[in-house]
């Protein structure tokens, strides 16, 4: 694309944007997901819609080693298959976690249908964000507000985390929308959130450090890493086209989450990795440095902005804040990991040329 089209396009960024974000509303309504499953899979469905309840009675692991081993050939639609993915991952979690304490051996009864359609999807037999946040929501009015379909313990709390990990998502909508349609330059100011979510992580999990047996399916136990936001494609979308560059252990981290984010995504953050930046700065075109620096900006700014919330997280929390250290990034300390992560961000900014 040549300068001259880039730097059109530029300054119809505003224009692009308001047009995405009325689109992004659109798909945002036109994708909304499945909430029922064929009658065949009430069974499953009861279980999920129950799960506090089963957990908090201390009855969810009876209950799903009488479950009948269901076929998955009454499953036809991508949505069918990603809800049904979502209940029995929220079953299994239940499951190993019932007790406070993990369950070593996942019942074939539920190991089998799982890990069929955790293959047939591409995702690793875990809940992951594509799960629990892109696929766990329904309108809840006519006026655009959204529900979790399957709430887990913690109530209002935890339906809130998804709830506001799914709006930051809508909010990238347009920036995303922008990189698809190949606009090098856009910006992502509206992808601020106070939010929240940070799941327990199975691998390198103290309470469950040799993972977990899928029985008829694995005899070794699985260690799988647990749902996280960082798992968000959106963000690495972003860091692809910008070309924001990590290093070492955070690029390898980064990459190793993108192995539970689903193919499509991971396909369209490797097609958005290019050399734009490189590119830019070789037109030596201050418009352009800058449009491109604001946009790195804002993804400086949106990552401060999660550092404060982790590090207020970390403060309310108390004990669990303690245990976020020792998690999730192979144990290496997290407030390093994410301001590595932002500092990597700052990096990418250019030194704009001087105006002739
Ligand atoms: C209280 C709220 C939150 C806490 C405590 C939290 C915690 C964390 C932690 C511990 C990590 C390190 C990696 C990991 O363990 O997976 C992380 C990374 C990450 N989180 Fe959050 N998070 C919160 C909210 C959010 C929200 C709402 C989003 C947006 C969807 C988000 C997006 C990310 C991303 C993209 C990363 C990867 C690092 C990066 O690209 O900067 N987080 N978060």
Same mark, same amino acid.
């Given at each position: 694309?040549?300068?001259?089209?880039?730097?059109?396009?530029?300054? &119809?960024?505003?224009?692009?944007?308001?047009? %995405?974000?009325?689109?992004?509303?659109?798909?945002?309504?036109?994708?909304? &997901?499945?909430?029922?499953?064929?009658?065949?899979?009430?069974?499953?469905?009861?279980?999920?819609?129950?799960?506090?309840?089963?957990?908090?009675?201390?009855?969810l692991?009876?209950?799903?080693?009488?479950?009948?081993?269901?076929?998955?050939?009454? =499953?036809?639609?991508?949505?069918?298959?990603?809800?049904?993915?979502?209940? =029995?991952?929220?079953?299994?979690?239940?499951?190993?976690?019932?007790?406070?304490?993990?369950?070593?051996?996942?019942?074939?009864?539920i190991?089998?249908?799982? %890990? =069929?359609?955790?293959?047939?999807?591409?995702?690793?037999?875990?809940?992951?964000?594509?799960?629990?946040v892109?696929?766990?929501?329904?309108?809840?009015?006519?006026?655009?507000?959204?529900?979790?379909?399957?709430?887990?313990? @913690?109530?209002?709390? %935890?339906?809130?985390?998804l709830?506001?990990?799914?709006?930051?998502?809508?909010?990238? /909508?347009? @920036?995303?929308?922008?990189?698809?349609?190949?606009?090098?330059?856009?910006?992502?100011?509206?992808?601020?959130?106070?939010?929240?979510?940070?799941?327990n992580?199975?691998?390198?999990?103290?309470?469950?450090?040799?993972? =977990?047996?899928?029985?008829?399916?694995?005899?070794?136990?699985?260690?799988?890493?647990?749902?996280?936001?960082?798992?968000s494609s959106?963000?690495?979308?972003f860091?692809?086209?910008?070309?924001?560059?990590?290093?070492?252990?955070?690029?390898?981290?980064?990459?190793?989450?993108?192995?539970?984010?689903?193919?499509?995504?991971?396909?369209?953050?490797?097609?958005?990795? /290019?050399?734009?930046?490189?590119f830019?700065?070789? %037109?030596?075109?201050?418009?352009?440095c800058?449009?491109?620096?604001?946009?790195?900006t804002?993804?400086?700014?949106?990552?401060?902005?999660h550092?404060?919330?982790?590090?207020?997280?970390?403060?309310?929390?108390?004990?669990?804040g303690?245990?976020?250290?020792?998690?999730g990034?192979?144990?290496?300390?997290?407030?390093?990991?994410?301001?590595?992560?932002?500092?990597?961000?700052?990096?990418?900014?250019?030194?704009?040329?001087?105006?002739?």
């Open positions: 694309m040549g300068i001259f089209s880039i730097l059109g396009l530029c300054l &119809l960024t505003h224009f692009f944007l308001s047009l %995405c974000f009325d689109f992004s509303i659109l798909l945002f309504h036109g994708l909304l &997901l499945q909430t029922k499953l064929p009658d065949y899979y009430e069974v499953w469905m009861d279980i999920a819609c129950n799960l506090t309840h089963l957990i908090e009675s201390r009855t692991r009876d209950v799903v080693q009488k479950m009948p081993e269901l076929s998955l050939h009454h =499953l036809h639609s991508h949505r069918e298959l990603r809800l049904a993915r979502l209940a =029995l991952g929220i079953i299994t979690m239940g499951y190993v976690w019932q007790e406070g304490q993990m369950a070593p051996v996942l019942p074939r009864n190991a089998v249908p799982y %890990c =069929l359609l955790s293959q047939k999807l591409c995702l690793p037999p875990i809940l992951v964000y594509a799960d629990l892109l696929a766990n929501w329904k309108l809840k009015d006519p006026n655009g507000n959204i529900e979790v379909i399957f709430s887990l313990p @913690g109530g209002e709390t %935890c339906s809130g985390f709830i506001v990990s799914m709006l930051v998502e809508k909010a990238a /909508g347009p @920036g995303i929308m922008v990189c698809t349609s190949i606009v090098p330059i856009f910006h992502i100011s509206t992808l601020y959130s106070s939010s929240v979510i940070g799941m992580q199975w691998r390198n999990n103290p309470m469950l450090p040799n993972g =977990l047996v899928y029985e008829d399916i694995s005899d070794e136990p699985v260690l799988l890493s647990g749902g996280s936001a960082g798992q959106s963000i690495q979308c860091d692809a086209l910008l070309c924001v560059q990590h290093s070492d252990e955070t690029a390898a981290f980064l990459a190793h989450i993108r192995e539970y984010m689903p193919a499509p995504h991971q396909r369209l953050i490797h097609s958005l990795s /290019g050399s734009l930046r490189d830019i700065m070789s %037109c030596s075109n201050p418009d352009l800058r449009s491109y620096n604001s946009c790195i804002a993804l400086l700014d949106l990552r401060n902005y550092i404060n919330t982790v590090a207020k997280y970390r403060l309310c929390t108390g004990g669990v303690m245990a976020l250290d020792s998690r990034t192979g144990g290496s300390n997290i407030m390093g990991f994410l301001k590595t992560v932002r500092n990597n961000t700052q990096n990418a900014l250019i030194a704009e040329p001087q105006e002739m």
